[in-house]
């Protein structure tokens, strides 16, 4: 995740970073446990991760310098990433750099 | 804040004992409520009395209906599939509280 935030740009001053990136872990760790979201409609549906669940999910975390729109690029290129790596080679690669 | 002192007990009797014998003394569950008053001066008792482990935090079928145990946290809450599918409007109304990190 820390190396999506710099492969994006997902920062300018670095203060709230450390905050973005252990939320972003969290918050696809919760999404991948299904939990909803006050973004979907339907509570009962699995949620499916998107730009509009990915502000929701990490509205908690406010970035002064307005980096958000790096941000959730980084959020979604980390999955993306996760995805084609395979879940193995996924996994060893969470635990080394999550 | 002003300091008071702080107790975890044993069992709901002990925890009723404690709170009786020092006025103004007061319960503390979880505590995202309190803990905000307490740094803002709203209220500053002499005794906390931590209860958060004496609650359930179980959410069982009961009577054809659910029940909810007090320890309960609302992302939990929100997130149980009973809630969703029998109660989606209890859902919606948690996950509209705060923000997740907030939540409790």
């Given at each position: ?11 300018q ?5 450390p ?15 299904g ?6 409609t ?20 406010l970035c ?23 879940p193995?080679?996924a996994q ?6 999550p | ?5 702080y ?5 709901a ?27 803002l ?10 209860v958060?482990?004496?609650?359930s ?41 705060a923000?997740g990190?907030?939540?409790?």
């Amino acid at each position: 995740m820390a190396q999506s935030f710099v492969d994006h740009d997902a920062f300018q001053c670095g203060y709230c970073t450390p905050g973005q990136v252990c939320s972003a872990v969290g918050m696809l760790d919760e999404l991948a446990r299904g939990w909803p979201s006050a973004v979907g409609t339907d509570v009962a549906a699995d949620p499916q991760l998107d730009e509009a669940e990915i502000g929701e999910r990490m509205s908690g975390n406010l970035c002064r310098c307005g980096a958000y729109a790096n941000i959730v690029p980084a959020v979604l290129g980390r999955v993306s990433t996760h995805r084609q790596a395979g879940p193995a080679r996924a996994q060893a690669t969470h635990g080394a750099r999550p | 804040m002003k300091p008071f002192a702080y107790q975890v007990p044993g069992d709901a009797v002990a925890a009723v004992r404690s709170v009786a014998a020092v006025p103004g003394a007061v319960f503390l569950g979880v505590g995202t409520n309190l803990v905000d008053h307490l740094k803002l001066g709203v209220v500053a008792p002499d005794l906390v009395v931590d209860v958060t482990a004496l609650n359930s935090d179980e959410i069982t079928d009961d009577s054809g209906g659910l029940r909810i145990g007090a320890a309960v946290r609302n992302s939990e809450l929100a997130a149980d599939r009973r809630v969703r599918e029998r109660y989606p409007v209890l859902a919606q109304a948690l996950l509209a509280g705060a923000s997740g990190q907030l939540r409790g």
